[in-house]
């Protein structure tokens, strides 16, 4: 019979004596002490062991017993089930691998800006007028409240054309996505045209939907509407207002072309509008959807504008397809917390949305400036490309680096970058980074562009 080796905390978590008990229990199982088949003390036996009543054990093992963790039967006393595995021990930290003290992970906005107090009077306010029915099972395509601030909204902000009805509240973009791919499946289609580099997430997020992507390349003009007629594909993905990572807008000449090629084809143009809020040069160009709004599948969140934690966003959607995206989000969850829903109707209604984009726009706009002055003056021999605007900036490194030999060294001073490799479908480009820049202060933003010129030139010395 193993030793148990239990020691009880009655305090931890609160319930008692019998809970800490089965906590101690089901720990001690998850560790192999015993193993499975393997045999437990009596009820009196451990009872007396542990200084406590036997009524306290035999509670503890018949809720075990219950879990499935252990199994009893007269006669044959209180053993392990089988089949129960020892959890693995947790990995310790490599003492060679250095901390992250520098983050320039694209895609994350300053959490730390996050608007607390806004947020919360919103909620409570919301709250407060709130009907009861409002936190029951509601329209799956969200609340009313939220989707008619919303058109209103994305029509003064983004120049979308879009009436409350065709508005659907979603769990951030990848939901959005998810949905869209569930029903471009459903009606024949089994390739899809993305952006040549585009986000590797995306990427995985289509294929694991059942549809495979097609790269069209990106020039500085955006994406090559001539390239993605070439592929067959029926329906394109697109970041038009900043496209990720090379941070260019879509040409206006190429906006009309692609809407001129969805309308010949019948092609659904599927819009990620993921931080189109920042712009720091000049007004962000209006919205695809506004040009076509019975074609173009419209989808944004608060990832960026406030945080991905949230998950909230909306997808903007033609008329024929408002019903059968609602099904599907019906289906899905159910729909997005009531809660939420309502605090950032409020938060749009009185303002603080946009109130909360004045502040961290500027933020960014002086940390974006900081790291690219860096970059110049540590780097002169690479290249920062794509407009002034977003959370990240595309940097071409210097010729005759490695982008895996860059990243390594970088690594070894605390310094995380992207390689821009993982984003490429097609044959490989020159080597690049993408570089975040919105967590970091500007300070830290210059030493952080000191320390990746150093590891460029270690990267170098060994070529």
């Known amino acids: 019979m193993a030793e148990l080796l239990i020691v009880l905390d009655p305090s931890a978590d609160g319930g008692g004596l019998t809970a800490a008990l089965t906590r101690a229990l089901r720990e001690a199982v998850r560790q192999g002490r015993p193993p499975a088949g393997g045999r437990l003390p009596s009820t009196r036996a451990l009872a007396r062991d542990l200084g406590v009543s036997r009524g306290t054990v035999v509670e503890a093992y018949a809720q075990l017993v219950a879990e499935g963790y252990l199994v009893s039967a007269r006669g044959a006393g209180t053993r392990v089930a089988d089949g129960i595995a020892p959890s693995p021990p947790a990995a310790a930290p490599s003492a060679d691998t250095p901390a992250v003290r520098y983050d320039l992970k694209p895609g994350t906005p300053d959490l ?157 143009v599927i819009e990620d509008d993921y931080d189109a809020e920042f712009r720091y040069d000049r007004e962000p160009v209006g919205c695809l959807q506004g040009l076509a709004p019975d074609l173009v599948v419209h989808l944004g969140s608060l990832s960026k504008s406030l945080a991905p934690g949230l998950r909230l966003g909306w997808a903007v959607l033609p008329e024929p397809m408002v019903g059968e995206f609602r099904t599907d989000k019906q289906y899905a969850d159910l729909g997005c917390s009531a809660l939420d829903q309502l605090a950032f109707a409020r938060l749009l209604a009185d303002g603080g949305h946009d109130r909360h984009l004045r502040a961290v726009r500027a933020r960014y706009r002086s940390r974006r400036d900081a790291l690219a002055a860096a970059l110049a003056e540590h780097l002169p021999g690479a290249a920062v490309r794509g407009v002034a605007a977003g959370l990240h900036l595309y940097l071409d490194l210097p010729a005759g680096c490695s982008e895996e030999a860059v990243v390594a060294a970088a690594a070894a001073r605390g310094l995380r970058v992207e390689p821009v490799a993982p984003t490429r479908l097609a044959a490989p480009v020159p080597p690049a980074l993408v570089l975040g820049y919105a967590g970091l202060p500007e300070r830290a933003l210059v030493r952080a562009a000191a320390l990746l010129a150093e590891a460029v030139a270690e990267s170098r010395q060994h070529l």
């Open 112 to 268: 730390s800006a996050f608007p607390r107090a806004a947020w919360q009077a919103a909620l409570r306010r919301a709250l407060a007028a709130a009907e009861h029915t409002a936190l029951g099972y509601g329209d799956p395509a969200g609340h009313p409240g939220l989707r008619a601030e919303l058109a209103a909204y994305l029509g003064r902000v983004r120049a979308a054309a879009a009436a409350p009805g065709q508005v659907v509240v979603v769990g951030g973009v990848a939901q959005g996505l998810a949905l869209a791919v569930r029903r471009l499946v459903r009606h024949g289609h089994r390739t899809i045209a993305v952006e040549d580099p585009g986000s590797p997430g995306t990427l995985g997020l289509l294929r694991s939907h059942g549809i495979e992507p097609v790269g069209v390349p990106v020039d500085a003009h955006g994406l090559d509407v001539g390239a993605l007629a070439a592929t067959g594909a029926r329906a394109v993905l697109v970041t038009p207002a900043h496209q990720y990572p090379t941070g260019v807008v879509l040409a206006p000449e190429r906006r009309a072309a692609l809407v001129a090629w969805a309308r010949r084809t019948g092609a659904v």
